[in-house]
């Protein structure tokens, strides 16, 4: 009985000091850079919570972010351009699946840029990333 409610006090400090419910699964997908050097160039992995092609061309056409790859579904594509990705992207996909991502776009999960501190500050308030 006594090693029983030792062991339930034990769980219960542990649970409390690791917070296990609030463990994230994408925690390797969070994006860290120093907000206070602004004007720090570097190249970084972003990651986005729900974007395609469409919002995410919108939003690259008015922010100075040179955008090295793109990664759909865990897959790597160096394009210059999101229409250059697109027509990677869709070069073995049927008719139907080109017209429905022509019109809804390609889901994007993430993206390898080269930017300052200052345009992922102003690409996290225009996108929902991690």
């Known amino acids: 009985m006594v090693v029983n409610i030792k ?3 034990l769980f219960i400090c542990l649970f409390f000091l690791f917070n296990t ?9 969070l994006l860290f850079y120093d907000k206070k050097e602004l004007y720090d160039e570097n ?3 972003v ?4 974007t395609n092609s469409i919002k995410l061309e919108n939003v690259i056409n008015i922010l100075d972010i040179e ?4 990664t759909i579904d865990n897959h ?3 394009a210059s351009s999101i229409s250059e990705l697109t027509n990677k992207y869709l070069i073995d996909k049927s008719i139907n699946e080109e017209l429905y991502y022509n019109e809804y776009g390609i889901k994007i999960d993430g993206i390898t840029v080269l930017c300052t501190n ?3 500050i102003k ?8």
């Open 47 to 50: 990651y986005f919570i729900n």
């Open 43 to 45: 190249i970084y992995n």
């Open 118 to 120: 200052e345009e992922l």
């Open 7 to 9: 062991r339930l006090l």
């Open 76 to 78: 790597k594509y160096y």
């Open 21 to 29: 419910l609030e463990a994230d699964s994408n925690s390797d997908k």
């Open 123 to 130: 690409l996290e308030n225009m996108i929902s990333i991690y």
């Open 67 to 70: 955008v090295l790859s793109y």
